[in-house]
């Protein structure tokens, strides 16, 4: 009998998560269908990116920064410390596009990660009503920053962020991909951002629009100058304020290509992972559990149940990869990379261990060639 009631939990979780979340990314707006009228007059927007040797990468996200068809904006470019071609890479974009300035950062002020200190310094230089901070590979479409400032304005948000397409290399970090859009989807709940009375905040590193009175009214990057999450908080720093916040679905508009295979989407989350729960201790061994008992076991579970409880389970794995094939609508992956979820789930588990492990072990992070002692990163809460 337990065994029945343990597959029937097991079920209704499945059915419960579901229908919360294919309702939820319903909910959430696409960037490139957004159709609201022009504003009267457009304001400014100053794009703002950090880049520490993105040399292989700014030469083909660049030129579609510059491309974009809004009429009234800058590009900063805030060359952090790079140690490659990146600022002559910067220079010659700048020396055809006057609309593109160059920040370098020589060194790094104690107490500041380095790619927060970076968007606070090209933030201070911006003149725009807006800015718009993006990371140095993104690739925008023409109409993604016009379709965004003139919903904003219309619904006079202080914040609009946008979730990009996450381009894949190969079935298993497509597995990946879409396995963290599900998990990034579950931990913020991110059509709640736009219901004042809600609690749910955030915002996404590729795409955050913000105002920039209400940026600097806020302190800028300042309050959150060691968080290695700078987007969620930076969006918790808006919500707590009062501002109207916004998070859509930025596929279609906005476009990265986040890692090449696995190990190196393992390494690169790494320093991210520990601190996206707060460096709570005992929350990756609970996510560990939890993807043991809810992604992986009901595979196990059908070669050993039988009757009612192997119905059950069968059900389960339904529901699982019937959200995880519908979440590709979402994350921009393909239906394999769904049918894969307990792959994805499984190494997102891994990542979150190994994160907490490596974060103890090391005294800290290490990110863009500094180490920051795990006591200061702790002390930055918001």
Same mark, same amino acid.
């Not at 990265?256 to 460096?279: E, H, I, S």
């Given at each position: 009998m337990s065994g029945l009631i343990a597959a029937l939990l097991l079920l209704l979780y499945w059915l419960a998560t579901s229908a919360l979340v294919m309702r939820g990314n319903r909910r959430l707006r696409r960037l490139a269908a957004l159709s609201a009228p022009a504003p009267v007059s457009w304001p400014k927007v100053s794009l703002v990116f950090a880049a520490r040797n993105e040399g292989a990468t700014v030469g083909a996200a660049v030129p579609t920064m510059l491309a974009l068809d809004y009429p009234d904006y800058e590009v900063i470019a805030v060359d952090d410390r790079s140690e490659d071609d990146t600022g002559a890479r910067l220079a010659a974009f700048a020396a055809r596009e006057p609309r593109l300035q160059i920040e370098h950062v020589r060194s790094l002020p104690p107490g500041w990660l380095g790619k927060n200190h970076a968007l606070h310094r090209g933030a201070a230089r911006a003149t725009g009503d807006w800015i718009l901070f993006t990371d140095a590979d993104i690739h925008f479409e023409p109409d993604a920053l016009r379709r965004a400032v003139a919903q904003a304005e219309a619904d006079r948000l202080d914040l609009l962020a946008a979730a990009p397409r996450l381009h894949e290399h190969g079935p298993l970090l497509g597995a990946g991909v879409n396995a963290f859009s599900l998990f990034f989807t579950l931990g913020i709940l991110p059509w709640r951002i736009v219901d004042p009375r809600s609690a749910a905040h955030g915002s996404v590193g590729a795409f955050g629009l913000v105002r920039a009175a209400k940026y600097r009214e806020l302190g800028g990057h300042e309050p959150i100058r060691l968080r290695p999450d700078d987007d969620v908080k930076l969006g918790k720093l808006f919500k707590k304020s009062g501002a109207r916040c916004e998070l859509m679905l930025g596929a279609g508009a906005i476009a990265?290509?986040?890692?090449?295979?696995?190990?190196?989407?393992?390494? /690169?989350?790494?320093?991210?992972?520990?601190? /996206?729960?707060?460096?709570r201790w005992w929350v990756p061994p609970l996510v560990a559990a939890w993807v043991l008992a809810f992604f992986l076991w009901p595979w196990a579970a059908l070669l050993v149940a039988s009757g009612p409880a192997w119905w059950c389970y069968l059900g389960s794995l339904a529901l699982m990869l019937w959200l995880a094939v519908d979440q590709t609508k979402f994350s921009g992956g393909r239906v394999l990379h769904g049918l894969l979820l307990p792959f994805g789930a499984a190494v997102f588990g891994y990542i979150l261990l190994r994160s907490m492990i490596v974060t103890h072990a090391t005294g800290g992070i290490t990110w863009r060639g500094t180490h920051y002692p795990l006591a200061e990163l702790q002390a930055n809460r918001v």
């Open positions: 990265v290509a986040w890692y090449d295979t696995v190990p190196a989407m393992v390494r /690169g989350l790494t320093k991210n992972a520990y601190p /996206g729960v707060d460096y």
